[in-house]
């Protein structure tokens, strides 16, 4: 699934204008991958709003659940922002509607697929240890 949540209000997002960097974390085994992106090849994928962290760790082949596509109908991609939170925009009353559904919350809580950081500062990102999905499908 993706695409847009007809039921969600639309917010204006300042994108990015420098290059600036994303360091996801996995809460679980420590590992980070650290991303570079770059203004001029954005937005990034087609899940979640454009140059949101669920589109760029997508980018970096960084494995969020999102079981909705992105579209802010569920809180599976929910992660935490510890560091550079001042560059991604206040949740929306949709995203918080969102996270009262998810576990374990904490002030660093956003949904992937919904936090827009503009550049200003970089960003890291912890992806809980629970939000994997751990069922693959083969090829068919």
């Not at 454009?50 to 494995?63: M, T, W």
């Not at 999102?66 to 995203?95: I, L």
Request: proline content about 9%; aromatic content about 6%.
């Amino acid at each position: 699934m993706g695409g847009v949540n007809p039921y969600i209000r639309k917010v204006p997002l300042t994108p990015p204008d420098r290059p600036f960097k994303v360091t996801f974390v996995d809460e679980e085994t420590g590992a980070s991958t650290t991303y570079l992106v770059d203004p001029a090849t954005f937005p990034y994928g087609h899940i979640g709003l454009d140059g949101s962290l669920l589109a760029i760790a997508e980018e970096a082949g960084v494995e969020i659940n999102h079981t909705c596509g992105g579209v802010c109908a569920c809180s599976t991609c929910h992660v935490y922002v510890t560091g550079g939170a001042k560059s991604c925009p206040a949740a929306t009353e949709d995203e918080e509607d969102q996270l009262d559904t998810a576990p374990a919350l904490t002030p660093d809580s956003r949904l992937a697929c919904q936090c827009v950081p503009d550049g200003s500062a970089d960003v890291v990102v912890v992806v809980p240890k629970w939000n994997r999905n751990q069922v693959k499908e083969g090829h068919h």
